[in-house]
T-cell receptor, first 116, second 112 residues
């Protein structure tokens, strides 16, 4: 079984540019999560999809961030325009259908974003 | 607000000696608790989870953790460290009906 994959693994962009991160969850996982770890800080929740619907987007930092999950399969996270403080590692995770708090989340390797 | 404290940002042990990574949490309700590990350039991998069953939880690679409600702790242990255990470890709390709350991580070094 393929795990959660993320693309690209690294991205270096200049301030003001746009970047789109992609996450492919494990097949059959309805739940998809985005997290972010900025340098020296904790991993923070960004948002949660159930299929194609945003269940919780309380962690999104501001309206420069846009997440989509068309068709309930892969998801994209777009940052437009990128700012210096957006640098960090963006993780995606997925879990099986249902909202049980005990559902294991399976994480991708992350995308390291550097904004210059 | 829920929070997770990992008391040591870095732990260094010799190969073959015990490992103890400490985690304390605050949560209004009985949470689910997890330990994840991240090796360099890899995704976070689940080591073990506590879901209100047995308080002593056994995970992969010889790790285990004990849930102590009175102490609000969920410390991770392993009897004998291996070089391949060198990684960063995250304690995670999921309060009922809420999202994951991560601790800051503990980097484990294993010396030969």
């Amino acid at each position: 079984e393929a795990g959660v994959t993320q693309f690209p693994s690294h991205s270096v962009i200049e301030k003001g540019q746009t970047v789109t991160l992609r996450c492919d969850p494990i097949s059959g996982h309805d739940n998809l999560y985005w997290y972010r770890r900025v340098m020296g800080k904790e991993i923070k929740f960004l948002l949660h999809f159930v299929k194609e619907s945003k269940q919780d987007e309380s962690g999104m930092p501001n309206n420069r961030f846009l997440a989509e999950r068309t068709g309930g399969t892969y998801s994209t996270l777009k940052v437009q325009p990128a700012e210096l403080e957006d640098s960090g590692v963006y993780f995606c995770a997925s879990s099986q259908p249902g909202t049980s708090g005990t559902n294991t989340q399976y994480f991708g390797p992350g995308t390291r974003l550097t904004v210059l | 607000a829920q929070s997770v404290t990992q008391l040591d940002s870095h732990v260094s042990v010799s190969e073959g000696t015990p490992v103890l990574l400490r985690c304390n949490y605050s949560s209004s309700y009985s949470p689910s608790l997890f330990w994840y590990v991240q090796h360099p350039n890899k995704g976070l991998q689940l080591l073990l989870k506590y879901t209100s069953a047995a308080t002593l939880v056994k995970g992969i690679n010889g790790f285990e953790a004990e849930f102590k409600k009175s102490e609000t702790s969920f410390h991770l242990t392993k009897p004998s460290a291996h070089m391949s255990d060198a990684a960063e470890y995250f304690c995670v709390v999921r309060p009922y009906g809420q999202n994951f709350v991560f601790g800051p991580g503990t980097r484990l070094s294993v010396l030969p």
